[in-house]
């Protein structure tokens, strides 16, 4: 019997999980909750104002995916708790820890597993330098950098017409950047190194005047259980696309720097005893499908779940910490 899926929010990430579960003959979409959508992308599924009346018309539903904007997601997680149903979170997670907090507690209550959505765990040099880490190919890690400059100028927050995007540039709906753009960089911190301490943070917003509630740039030092030391710089005032993502990690025995957006370069690898990385390169789509691979597996087949949601709320609790050291108070940005 196939496992029964809905997807609340169809937006760009709804349609991709939406094309992820139906790679898989094991799984498919019953129906989809929308209130400003009308129809199904493939025009083919029912679709709902609101997670109840979906679910009422579905009971059978045993899986709900959530890709609706970020500060929803603790919220309509719980609701579907409340119903006996399996979730599948986008990242991230929530907006606070204590919102996270609720969510992990529904859930152990109702008996239902929790999915966070941290798809590019499963990139070929993500697994490599997580093989490359539990290894101690490297030796003992001493320094680590992560430096992400992307862009994300007025065309992302406002469309043609002028008007702003609904949840974008919302310090309520949105978090910020490190919420939206680069929580699969903390949680790669997370996955590679377990819990960090933040020591110092900085935040600003240098131009990004039309969407004052976030910061466009940001920098923090942190110190990872281990001992080793390391820095996270971000902005998204790159001009015109992305420049860099990269992360460098320097050991004792040896040194790595991969880059890219997806972190799908090499460039620099050097130890005494050089790996191949013999994980198969995958895009963004296929590691979509992976996530949905693992929610199968781990229901109707009892394995572990990839990214949980201890390890969600871990990655909230660090961007939480970054934003309190910064000064930034709640979900309100202190100017520059």
């Known amino acids: ?25 094991e ?6 909750c929308d209130p400003f959508s009308e129809e199904s992308p493939d025009h083919s599924l029912p679709v709902y104002q609101d997670i109840s009346s979906m679910i009422s018309a579905h009971p059978g539903i ?3 995916n959530i890709c609706t904007p970020n500060g929803l997601h603790a919220r309509q997680a719980i609701e579907c708790i409340a119903h006996g149903k399996h979730v599948v979170l986008e990242k991230p997670m929530s907006l606070t820890k204590k919102e996270a907090e609720q969510v992990i507690f529904h859930a152990l ?16 040099n993500a697994r490599f330098l997580k093989h490359l880490i539990t290894t101690d190919n490297l030796g003992s890690v001493r320094e680590i950098v992560v430096n992400l400059y992307w862009n994300r100028d007025r065309r992302y ?19 910020g950047p490190l919420f939206t753009q680069f929580s699969h960089f903390v949680d790669l911190l997370y996955w590679l190194f377990g819990d960090i301490e933040v020591l110092d943070a900085k935040v600003a917003n240098l131009a990004h005047e039309y969407v004052p509630e976030i910061e466009d740039a940001g920098f ?5 259980g281990s001992g080793a030391d390391g820095s996270f710089r971000y902005s998204i005032n790159a001009p015109v696309s992305n420049i860099e993502s990269s992360v460098l990690i320097l050991g ?6 991969v880059s890219g957006q997806y972190l799908e370069n090499i460039e620099h690898y ?11 390169i995958l895009d963004n789509t296929h590691t979509h499908r992976l996530v949905i691979r693992n929610v199968i597996d781990a229901i109707n087949s009892g394995n572990d779940i990839d990214t949980n949601a201890i390890e969600g709320m871990k990655v909230v609790e660090v961007i939480e910490e970054v934003y309190r050291k910064a000064g930034k108070k709640g979900l309100h940005l202190i100017q520059k």
């Open 157 to 175: 927050y406002f469309a043609g017409d002028g008007v702003q995007h609904a949840w974008r540039g919302n310090a309520g709906m949105d978090g």
């Open 109 to 124: 209550n109702r008996h239902v597993k929790i999915f966070c959505v941290m798809q590019n765990r499963y990139t070929a």
């Open 62 to 64: 045993q899986v709900v």
């Open 252 to 257: 004792a025995k040896g040194a790595i720097k």
């Open 220 to 224: 923090f030092t942190f110190r990872t």
């Open 1 to 25: 019997m196939r496992l029964k899926f809905a997807i609340v929010g169809m937006g760009f990430i709804g349609a991709k999980h939406l094309a992820s579960i139906q790679s898989h003959p």
């Open 27 to 32: 799984a498919e979409v019953v129906a989809v």
């Open 270 to 280: 050097s130890g005494d005893q050089l790996l191949d990385n013999e994980y198969p």
